[in-house]
Protein backbone atom coordinates (compact mmCIF):
# COMPACT_ATOMS: atom_id res chain seq x y z
CA UNK A 1 0.00 0.00 0.00
CA UNK A 2 1.45 3.50 -0.91
CA UNK A 3 2.23 5.09 1.98
CA UNK A 4 1.37 9.28 2.78
CA UNK A 5 4.22 11.15 4.21
CA UNK A 6 3.36 14.98 5.46
CA UNK A 7 5.86 17.00 4.45
CA UNK A 8 6.21 20.39 6.52
CA UNK A 9 9.93 21.23 5.71
CA UNK A 10 10.44 23.92 3.26
CA UNK A 11 14.57 23.55 2.76
CA UNK A 12 15.18 20.21 1.00
CA UNK A 13 12.26 20.97 -1.94
CA UNK A 14 14.58 20.17 -4.65
CA UNK A 15 15.34 16.06 -3.32
CA UNK A 16 11.96 15.65 -2.37
CA UNK A 17 11.40 14.10 -5.94
CA UNK A 18 13.54 10.79 -4.57
CA UNK A 19 10.95 10.21 -2.04
CA UNK A 20 8.22 9.98 -4.52
CA UNK A 21 10.09 8.03 -7.31
CA UNK A 22 10.09 5.80 -4.47
CA UNK A 23 6.48 5.36 -4.34
CA UNK A 24 5.53 7.89 -1.46
CA UNK A 25 2.49 9.97 -1.61
CA UNK A 26 3.78 13.61 -0.13
CA UNK A 27 1.61 15.94 1.09
CA UNK A 28 3.42 19.67 1.53
CA UNK A 29 2.62 22.00 4.27
CA UNK A 30 5.93 24.09 4.72
CA UNK A 31 3.71 27.10 6.08
CA UNK A 32 1.61 27.35 8.99
CA UNK A 33 -1.65 27.04 7.03
CA UNK A 34 -0.98 25.45 4.73
CA UNK A 35 0.09 22.63 7.97
CA UNK A 36 -3.03 23.28 9.76
CA UNK A 37 -5.11 22.49 6.62
CA UNK A 38 -3.32 19.50 6.12
CA UNK A 39 -3.80 18.54 9.63
CA UNK A 40 -7.55 19.17 9.44
CA UNK A 41 -7.98 17.63 6.20
CA UNK A 42 -6.02 14.32 5.38
CA UNK A 43 -5.56 13.44 9.40
CA UNK A 44 -6.72 9.85 8.51
CA UNK A 45 -4.05 9.39 5.50
CA UNK A 46 -0.79 10.46 6.93
CA UNK A 47 1.80 7.57 7.73
CA UNK A 48 5.08 9.41 8.31
CA UNK A 49 5.22 12.97 8.78
CA UNK A 50 8.71 14.91 7.86
CA UNK A 51 9.72 17.78 9.89
CA UNK A 52 12.92 19.55 11.48
CA UNK A 53 13.55 20.73 15.13
CA UNK A 54 12.50 24.12 15.31
CA UNK A 55 8.84 23.08 13.45
CA UNK A 56 8.63 19.97 15.72
CA UNK A 57 5.51 18.13 15.64
CA UNK A 58 2.86 19.06 19.10
CA UNK A 59 1.79 16.18 21.63
CA UNK A 60 -2.22 17.55 20.15
CA UNK A 61 -0.77 17.34 16.29
CA UNK A 62 0.11 13.35 16.72
CA UNK A 63 -2.95 13.16 18.33
CA UNK A 64 -4.86 14.59 15.59
CA UNK A 65 -3.14 11.68 13.32
CA UNK A 66 -4.57 7.90 14.02
CA UNK A 67 -2.62 6.41 11.23
CA UNK A 68 0.95 8.00 11.77
CA UNK A 69 3.53 5.87 12.49
CA UNK A 70 6.59 7.23 12.23
CA UNK A 71 8.23 10.71 12.35
CA UNK A 72 11.05 11.81 10.53
CA UNK A 73 13.37 14.77 11.72
CA UNK A 74 15.79 15.91 9.41
CA UNK A 75 18.85 17.75 10.95
CA UNK A 76 20.22 16.52 14.46
CA UNK A 77 17.90 18.48 16.37
CA UNK A 78 14.26 17.12 17.50
CA UNK A 79 13.53 19.63 19.98
CA UNK A 80 9.68 20.49 19.32
CA UNK A 81 9.27 17.20 18.84
CA UNK A 82 6.66 15.86 21.40
CA UNK A 83 8.44 12.37 21.92
CA UNK A 84 6.78 11.38 25.15
CA UNK A 85 3.52 11.82 23.18
CA UNK A 86 5.23 9.80 20.31
CA UNK A 87 6.22 7.56 22.70
CA UNK A 88 2.73 6.60 24.40
CA UNK A 89 1.79 5.75 20.74
CA UNK A 90 4.69 3.94 19.58
CA UNK A 91 5.05 5.86 16.89
CA UNK A 92 9.18 5.94 15.81
CA UNK A 93 11.33 9.39 15.64
CA UNK A 94 14.34 9.20 13.23
CA UNK A 95 16.60 12.13 13.41
CA UNK A 96 18.86 13.30 10.52
CA UNK A 97 22.28 12.68 12.38
CA UNK A 98 25.17 13.11 10.11
CA UNK A 99 23.99 13.86 7.13
CA UNK A 100 24.98 17.52 7.16
CA UNK A 101 27.40 17.23 9.39
CA UNK A 102 29.92 18.49 6.38
CA UNK A 103 28.37 21.48 5.88
CA UNK A 104 27.62 22.70 9.21
CA UNK A 105 31.51 22.42 9.89
CA UNK A 106 32.35 24.00 6.79
CA UNK A 107 30.15 26.95 7.71
CA UNK A 108 31.33 27.21 10.83
CA UNK A 109 35.31 27.56 10.00
CA UNK A 110 33.43 30.23 7.34
CA UNK A 111 31.88 32.11 10.31
CA UNK A 112 35.25 31.32 12.58
CA UNK A 113 37.22 32.85 10.08
CA UNK A 114 34.85 35.66 9.00
CA UNK A 115 34.73 36.57 12.67
CA UNK A 116 38.09 36.85 13.95
CA UNK A 117 39.70 38.05 10.33
CA UNK A 118 37.40 40.85 10.08
CA UNK A 119 36.18 39.77 6.65
CA UNK A 120 32.41 41.05 6.25
CA UNK A 121 33.57 44.84 7.31
CA UNK A 122 36.86 44.31 5.37
CA UNK A 123 34.85 43.68 2.29
CA UNK A 124 32.26 46.66 3.09
CA UNK A 125 34.75 49.22 3.78
CA UNK A 126 36.60 48.37 0.29
CA UNK A 127 33.51 48.51 -1.68
CA UNK A 128 33.04 52.18 -0.38
CA UNK A 129 36.26 52.80 -1.91
CA UNK A 130 38.26 52.78 1.52
CA UNK A 131 41.65 51.02 2.37
CA UNK A 132 41.22 50.19 6.15
CA UNK A 133 44.39 47.77 6.91
CA UNK A 134 43.31 46.95 10.00
CA UNK A 135 45.25 44.06 11.99
CA UNK A 136 43.16 41.51 13.04
CA UNK A 137 44.65 37.90 15.06
CA UNK A 138 45.01 35.03 13.53
CA UNK A 139 43.00 31.52 13.63
CA UNK A 140 45.83 29.39 13.42
CA UNK A 141 46.82 27.70 16.65
CA UNK A 142 44.36 29.10 18.57
CA UNK A 143 42.92 26.66 21.39
CA UNK A 144 39.36 25.45 20.01
CA UNK A 145 36.50 24.65 22.29
CA UNK A 146 33.75 22.63 21.01
CA UNK A 147 30.05 22.25 23.20
CA UNK A 148 28.65 19.04 22.09
CA UNK A 149 31.05 16.40 20.05
CA UNK A 150 28.37 14.40 17.88
CA UNK A 151 28.75 14.31 14.50
CA UNK A 152 28.94 17.80 13.50
CA UNK A 153 31.53 18.55 16.69
CA UNK A 154 33.76 16.00 15.36
CA UNK A 155 33.65 17.43 11.58
CA UNK A 156 34.87 20.62 13.10
CA UNK A 157 37.28 19.67 15.08
CA UNK A 158 38.75 17.37 12.73
CA UNK A 159 38.65 20.71 10.29
CA UNK A 160 40.34 22.78 13.00
CA UNK A 161 42.47 20.53 14.20
CA UNK A 162 44.19 19.08 11.02
CA UNK A 163 43.69 22.24 8.98
CA UNK A 164 44.39 25.30 11.12
CA UNK A 165 46.63 23.58 13.86
CA UNK A 166 44.25 24.31 16.83
CA UNK A 167 44.28 22.57 19.90
CA UNK A 168 40.87 20.99 20.65
CA UNK A 169 39.00 20.88 23.68
CA UNK A 170 34.99 19.43 24.66
CA UNK A 171 32.35 19.47 26.79
CA UNK A 172 29.89 16.53 26.40
CA UNK A 173 28.36 14.12 28.70
CA UNK A 174 30.62 12.16 28.99
CA UNK A 175 34.34 11.69 27.44
CA UNK A 176 34.68 10.21 24.13
CA UNK A 177 37.33 7.42 24.17
CA UNK A 178 37.93 7.48 20.59
CA UNK A 179 38.87 11.08 20.36
CA UNK A 180 42.24 12.51 20.92
CA UNK A 181 40.57 15.84 22.38
CA UNK A 182 40.78 16.95 26.05
CA UNK A 183 37.43 15.90 27.72
CA UNK A 184 36.38 19.16 30.40
CA UNK A 185 33.44 18.10 32.61
CA UNK A 186 31.04 21.09 32.65
CA UNK A 187 30.85 23.94 29.92
CA UNK A 188 32.88 26.61 32.27
CA UNK A 189 36.06 24.74 32.52
CA UNK A 190 35.62 24.27 28.84
CA UNK A 191 35.21 28.24 28.60
CA UNK A 192 38.11 29.03 30.76
CA UNK A 193 40.64 26.91 28.99
CA UNK A 194 40.09 27.87 25.51
CA UNK A 195 40.08 31.17 23.07
CA UNK A 196 37.57 30.17 20.71
CA UNK A 197 33.91 28.07 21.87
CA UNK A 198 31.89 26.44 19.20
CA UNK A 199 28.23 25.55 20.56
CA UNK A 200 27.22 22.71 18.67
CA UNK A 201 24.84 20.76 20.93
CA UNK A 202 21.30 19.87 20.33
CA UNK A 203 18.68 22.41 21.90
CA UNK A 204 15.55 21.53 24.19
CA UNK A 205 15.52 22.11 27.99
CA UNK A 206 18.26 19.95 28.64
CA UNK A 207 20.83 22.21 27.14
CA UNK A 208 18.92 25.94 27.72
CA UNK A 209 20.90 28.43 28.76
CA UNK A 210 24.10 26.04 28.87
CA UNK A 211 26.11 29.02 27.83
CA UNK A 212 25.15 32.20 30.13
CA UNK A 213 26.89 35.03 31.64
CA UNK A 214 29.40 32.62 33.56
CA UNK A 215 30.54 30.96 30.89
CA UNK A 216 31.04 34.20 28.87
CA UNK A 217 33.16 35.66 31.44
CA UNK A 218 35.05 32.56 31.62
CA UNK A 219 36.07 33.01 27.83
CA UNK A 220 37.21 36.51 28.71
CA UNK A 221 37.81 39.58 26.64
CA UNK A 222 40.19 38.09 24.04
CA UNK A 223 37.39 34.99 23.60
CA UNK A 224 35.23 34.32 20.85
CA UNK A 225 31.89 32.46 20.49
CA UNK A 226 30.43 31.02 17.47
CA UNK A 227 26.70 29.08 17.46
CA UNK A 228 25.93 27.04 15.03
CA UNK A 229 23.27 24.56 17.26
CA UNK A 230 20.22 25.97 18.89
CA UNK A 231 20.19 30.00 20.04
CA UNK A 232 18.48 28.42 23.39
CA UNK A 233 21.80 27.02 24.01
CA UNK A 234 23.20 30.62 24.71
CA UNK A 235 21.67 33.43 26.82
CA UNK A 236 21.54 36.38 24.59
CA UNK A 237 20.55 38.59 26.77
CA UNK A 238 24.17 38.03 28.47
CA UNK A 239 26.32 37.47 24.88
CA UNK A 240 24.63 41.04 23.89
CA UNK A 241 25.90 42.41 27.32
CA UNK A 242 29.41 40.88 26.83
CA UNK A 243 29.63 42.15 23.68
CA UNK A 244 28.30 45.51 24.09
CA UNK A 245 30.66 45.88 27.24
CA UNK A 246 34.07 44.91 25.69
CA UNK A 247 34.18 41.29 27.89
CA UNK A 248 33.94 38.86 24.88
CA UNK A 249 35.77 39.80 21.28
CA UNK A 250 33.09 38.95 19.31
CA UNK A 251 30.80 36.48 18.19
CA UNK A 252 29.65 34.98 14.93
CA UNK A 253 25.84 33.33 14.76
CA UNK A 254 24.22 31.19 12.55
CA UNK A 255 20.83 30.79 15.06
CA UNK A 256 18.78 33.45 16.70
CA UNK A 257 15.82 33.41 19.18
CA UNK A 258 12.87 34.13 17.48
CA UNK A 259 13.76 33.81 13.93
CA UNK A 260 13.83 35.01 11.22
CA UNK A 261 13.89 38.11 13.54
CA UNK A 262 17.20 39.06 14.66
CA UNK A 263 17.91 41.08 17.48
CA UNK A 264 18.88 44.36 16.70
CA UNK A 265 21.63 44.71 19.08
CA UNK A 266 23.43 41.83 17.81
CA UNK A 267 23.22 43.78 14.00
CA UNK A 268 24.25 46.99 15.60
CA UNK A 269 27.57 45.71 16.84
CA UNK A 270 30.72 45.91 14.86
CA UNK A 271 32.38 42.56 16.56
CA UNK A 272 29.48 40.15 15.55
CA UNK A 273 28.70 38.22 12.16
CA UNK A 274 25.11 36.84 11.22
CA UNK A 275 23.85 34.43 8.91
CA UNK A 276 20.16 33.12 8.45
CA UNK A 277 20.64 29.70 9.75
CA UNK A 278 22.13 28.57 7.06
CA UNK A 279 25.15 26.15 8.25
CA UNK A 280 23.50 23.41 7.56
CA UNK A 281 22.48 23.56 3.70
CA UNK A 282 23.62 23.04 0.92
CA UNK A 283 22.55 20.68 -2.27
CA UNK A 284 24.71 18.00 -1.28
CA UNK A 285 24.05 18.08 2.48
CA UNK A 286 19.60 18.01 0.92
CA UNK A 287 20.44 15.33 -1.12
CA UNK A 288 22.04 13.57 1.65
CA UNK A 289 19.52 14.22 4.13
CA UNK A 290 16.46 13.75 2.01
CA UNK A 291 18.47 10.36 0.91
CA UNK A 292 18.65 9.52 4.89
CA UNK A 293 14.70 10.20 5.35
CA UNK A 294 13.96 7.83 2.26
CA UNK A 295 16.62 5.26 3.95
CA UNK A 296 14.95 5.53 7.49
CA UNK A 297 11.24 4.94 6.15
CA UNK A 298 12.17 2.20 3.69
CA UNK A 299 13.81 0.04 7.00
CA UNK A 300 10.48 1.11 8.68
CA UNK A 301 7.88 -0.07 6.53
CA UNK A 302 9.74 -2.54 5.71
CA UNK A 303 9.81 -3.75 9.24
CA UNK A 304 13.60 -3.49 9.65
CA UNK A 305 15.33 -1.10 12.12
CA UNK A 306 15.99 2.82 11.33
CA UNK A 307 19.03 3.56 11.03
CA UNK A 308 18.90 6.61 13.39
CA UNK A 309 16.64 6.62 15.90
CA UNK A 310 15.57 9.04 18.51
CA UNK A 311 15.24 7.97 22.11
CA UNK A 312 12.24 9.62 24.05
Known amino acids: MRKT???????????LPLLEQAGYRLIRAPSPQLRADALQ???????????RGPLGLTAAEIDALPNLQVICVIGAGYE????????????TVTNGAGANACAVADHTLALL????????????????????????????????????LGAVGQAIAKRANLGFDMPVSYHSRTPREEVPYTWYDCP????????IL??????GANTQHLVDAQVLEALGANGYLVNIARASVVDTDALVAA????????????????????????KDLGNTVLTPHVAGQSPEAAHDTV????????AFFAGEPVLTPVRP
Open 243 to 266: LQQGKLAGAALDVFDDEPAVPDAL
Open 198 to 203: IVATPG
Open 41 to 51: RHAGEIDAVLT
Open 113 to 148: LALLRDIPRADASTRRGEWNRVISPSVSGKRLGILG
Open 80 to 91: QVDLAAAAARGI
Open 188 to 195: LRLAAAVD
Open 5 to 15: VLVLVETVDDY
Open 291 to 298: TLVLRNLQ
